[in-house]
């Protein structure tokens, strides 16, 4: 079966302009997660969606940053008035949501802003 | 694709021989561990998980163990071979109803032929 796909793979922003990172999990999968990935880094816990709500968002840096999944499947994850530090790997995952359930990554969306 | 192992501890052994790697992980309310490899352009690919009521947990070539006392994880690999060349990672469940994970800074395996 599919795992987590994302796209697009690679985005390049200028400083200042808006993006939108789209994440397509694993069929039945009831939870999502985006996290953010430095180079040389572990990733770190963005935000967590349960079907369509989004029950915890206290990982999101600033208030440019968005995510939502209105029908409870696909989600995306939208960051305003881009900056230099917002640059990273950008990482969704999927699991079916009961306790224990271990999380399935996509590849990631690399943004660069310049 | 760029590495994700700049800067991050690594751990070189030649093929063949058993590779452990090491994790501290922070709280002592975790109630579940996973263990992710990462290769270079790719999201984190799971390899095996244990609960906080186990010490033990058995993969195929892959064993994890916690000790719970001193906040410790490892993962133990079998018969490295040059396809485990990546950057590995511990990960925590806190608790409570969120199961986000916490994830450790990771460690480069590099497998010599």
């Known amino acids: 079966g599919a795992g987590v796909s994302q796209s697009p793979r690679y985005k390049v922003a200028k400083r200042g302009q808006d993006v939108a990172l789209r994440c397509d999990p694993i069929?039945?999968?009831?939870?999502l997660f985006w996290y953010q990935q430095a180079l040389g880094q572990g990733p770190e816990f963005l935000t967590y969606?349960?079907?369509?709500?989004?029950?915890?968002k206290s990982g999101l840096p600033s208030d440019r940053f968005f995510a939502e999944r209105p029908e409870g499947s696909v989600s995306t994850l939208k960051i305003q008035r881009t900056q230099q530090e917002d640059s990273a790997v950008y990482l969704c995952?999927?699991?079916?949501?009961?306790?224990?359930?271990?999380?399935?990554f996509g590849n990631g969306t690399r943004l660069t802003v310049t | 694709g760029e590495s994700v192992g700049l800067h991050l501890p690594t751990l070189s052994v030649q093929e063949g021989d058993n590779s452990i790697i090491n994790c501290a992980y922070s709280?002592?309310?975790?109630?579940?561990f996973i263990w992710y490899k990462q290769e270079s352009g790719k999201g984190p690919q799971f390899i095996i998980d244990?609960?906080?009521?186990?010490d033990k947990r058995q993969g195929q070539r892959v064993t994890v163990l916690l000790n719970k006392t001193v906040k410790h994880l490892s993962l133990q690999i079998a018969a490295t071979q040059p396809g485990d060349s990546a950057v590995y990672f511990c990960?925590?469940?806190?608790?409570?109803?969120?199961?986000?994970?916490?994830f450790g800074t990771g460690t480069l395996l590099a497998v010599q032929p």
């Open positions: 995952a999927s699991s079916l949501g009961t306790q224990n359930s271990p999380l399935h």
């Open positions: 069929s039945g999968h009831v939870s």
């Open positions: 969606f349960q079907n369509e709500a989004q029950l915890d």
């Open positions: 709280n002592s309310a975790s109630d579940y």
């Open positions: 244990i609960r906080s009521n186990m």
């Open positions: 990960a925590e469940k806190v608790g409570g109803a969120t199961n986000k994970l916490i």
